[in-house]
């Protein structure tokens, strides 16, 4: 079992940034080889894939709408996976999400259904 904690989101203006933590716990991400991915979800709307990245973090994956803006990396040591946000938009307004997908390590996937293991959420409110 891997158990996921996000942290990191709150209230910014358009413009701004933020750093999404995502902790990982119980499997340590040294014996468990998982690729692991962002979505959000904005309100009214369905959860979007915004990024990924390989289990070493060799590759990584961004939605169009984000790519250039977001950074996603991650530090196995810590088993902690990061989200940073820059030049936020209102419409990045949403719940993040981090999750984990175990059935890869050398690629990444944008598709939710293939991520076994998903955290709680942290809102991020960008106001304009």
């Known amino acids: 079992q891997v158990q996921l904690v996000e942290s990191g989101g709150g209230l910014v203006q358009a413009g701004g940034s933020l750093r999404l933590s995502c902790a990982a716990s119980?499997?340590?991400?040294?014996?468990?080889?998982?690729?692991m991915g962002w979505f959000r979800q904005a309100p009214g709307k369905e959860r979007e894939f915004v990024s990924a990245?390989?289990?070493?973090?060799?590759?990584?994956y961004y939605a169009a709408s984000v790519k250039g803006r977001f950074t996603i990396s991650r530090d196995n040591a810590k088993n902690t996976v990061f989200l940073q946000l820059n030049s936020l938009k209102p419409e990045d307004t949403a719940v993040y999400y981090c999750?984990?997908?175990?059935?890869?390590?050398?690629?990444?996937?944008?598709?939710?259904?293939?991520?076994?293991?998903w955290g709680q959420g942290t809102r991020v409110t960008v106001s304009s």
């Open positions: 990245i390989t289990w070493r973090g060799g590759s990584t």
């Open positions: 999750a984990a997908d175990g059935s890869r390590t050398i690629s990444a996937s944008p598709k939710e259904e293939d991520y076994n293991y």
């Open positions: 119980g499997r340590t991400f040294s014996d468990y080889g998982a690729a």
